[in-house]
């Protein structure tokens, strides 16, 4: 947030003093994500700012706190002719004007309204050896000179979040009111700054009105540990106001509007192909029957942890993700029937499941305690459970299931 009560004798402070920062209050304060990126097509075009605090050293003696006076830049770093007039292409050095503004690399959205933001970014033209004279924003490492101990703060590229907001400079007739609004590609900005150009130090009303619209300012500085804006790794800096759950816009918007689909409320658009129901698919069947699973598998003479069983004379294996009707049939791996189970579950509506060892119906699953047609416990080895749908339907599934049995323990009486 701009700081309050800047006074100007603070020659590297990011906004001048007086009407850019008082009477300015946290309430108007949105969340904002502010986004670096090395993708070109999402950056912002903003104005570029002087913030030499000597028009004498600074380059075409620009003001602090106005408009550098270098030609501006495509997203290459290709200069303006600084004749042309301004252009209406974004790929154009002279894209809105041809000197003054520059490229953020990145973009900032209002998550409040989800609107994108313009931003502006400063330089301090006279340490060009800071990276503070090529209208890029590109700051250096270097916080202080440690030659005469002077603030250099990376170049003075100090970043600007502008808010979609109307400002009002100065009392009675003198009074002047600024509306800004979202993204514009900076143009609405650099009108503002080129009403008294020449100006000097700044002009006391329309110089002011601008910073006052500013939300955030950081000062960044740049790192030699890893590389700046590297491809694929976007960084993401979030900013967070804590806020009463309630709509919020920036500006209202009339209830005739164009764009006013929703009376202000957020609006939302999601895609539901290959979500919606259908009767049946045979390509989902077969993936569902996939699922067929025996647990646990392998099985070492009883279920580790809480298990399945309900004392120690039980052994119990589940079958799980069966169709509602099927017939489950259990060989040896000789290919002799073991057991077999005609399961039709299709009146079961709410799946259920065994809990604190009482029996229930589950839906989607069978008990298999471990034991042949006869009801004599089963030996130890391999076992081919073979599942067939019914119904009108022929899916079917062989799961093999490998059981180490325990011997009878008979102190268990």
């Not at 994500?33 to 570029?48: G, S």
């Not at 490229?103 to 990276?131: C, K, Q």
């Not at 700046?228 to 993401?236: F, I, T, Y």
Request: aromatic share 12%; proline share 8%; with cysteine.
């Amino acid at each position: 947030m701009v700081a309050t009560n800047l006074n100007m004798d603070d020659k590297h402070g990011p906004a001048p003093n007086g009407g850019s920062s008082k009477p300015n209050n946290l309430r108007g304060l949105s969340s904002v994500n502010v986004v670096f990126t090395a993708d070109k097509t999402k950056w912002t075009r903003c104005p570029v700012i002087e913030m030499c605090s000597d028009p004498t050293f600074a380059y075409k003696n620009a003001p602090q706190y106005t408009l550098r006076r270098s030609p501006s830049v495509n997203k290459d770093g290709v200069e303006a002719d600084p004749d042309a007039g301004p252009s209406t292409n974004p790929d154009d050095p002279n894209y809105i004007a041809a000197s003054g503004m520059g490229w953020f690399p990145g973009y900032a959205i209002d998550i409040e309204t989800g609107e994108r933001l313009n931003v502006m970014f400063s330089e301090n033209s006279m340490l060009a050896a800071e990276n503070g004279r090529d209208m890029k924003f590109n700051p250096s490492p270097n916080y202080i000179n440690f030659t005469n101990y002077a603030p250099i703060f990376g170049g003075m590229h100090y970043l600007y979040i502008m808010g979609h907001t109307s400002v009002t400079i100065g009392t009675g007739v003198s009074a002047r009111t600024f509306s800004y609004p979202a993204y514009d590609a900076g143009a609405k900005l650099y009108y503002t700054f080129n009403i008294s150009p020449d100006s000097l130090p700044f002009n006391a009303i329309t110089v002011p009105g601008i910073y006052k619209s500013c939300t955030y300012v950081n000062i960044p500085l740049s790192t030699t540990t890893y590389e700046w804006l590297p491809e694929g790794n976007d960084a993401v800096v979030k900013i967070r106001v804590a806020k009463p759950y309630q709509r919020y816009y920036s500006v209202p918007m009339p209830s005739d509007h164009e764009k006013n689909i929703n009376d202000g409320n957020p609006v939302y658009q999601f895609e539901t192909t290959g979500y919606e129901s259908i009767a049946f698919s045979p390509e989902k069947n077969e993936s569902d029957l996939d699922q067929i699973t025996v647990v646990p598998n392998p099985y070492y003479a009883y279920a580790d942890g809480p298990g399945y069983e309900r004392n120690q004379l039980d052994t119990r294996v589940k079958i799980t993700n069966i169709p509602s009707r099927c017939v489950v049939t259990i060989y040896n791996i000789n290919g002799s029937l073991i057991r077999q189970y005609n399961v039709d579950k299709s009146g079961i509506s709410n799946p259920s499941s065994s809990t604190n060892g009482v029996d229930t119906d589950p839906k989607t699953s069978i008990d298999w305690d471990l034991k042949n047609f006869a009801g004599i416990p089963i030996a130890g080895g391999i076992y081919l459970i073979h599942v067939k749908e019914t119904g009108g339907r022929n899916g079917e599934r062989v799961v093999k299931w490998f059981g180490a049995m325990r011997p009878i323990d008979l102190n268990t009486f």
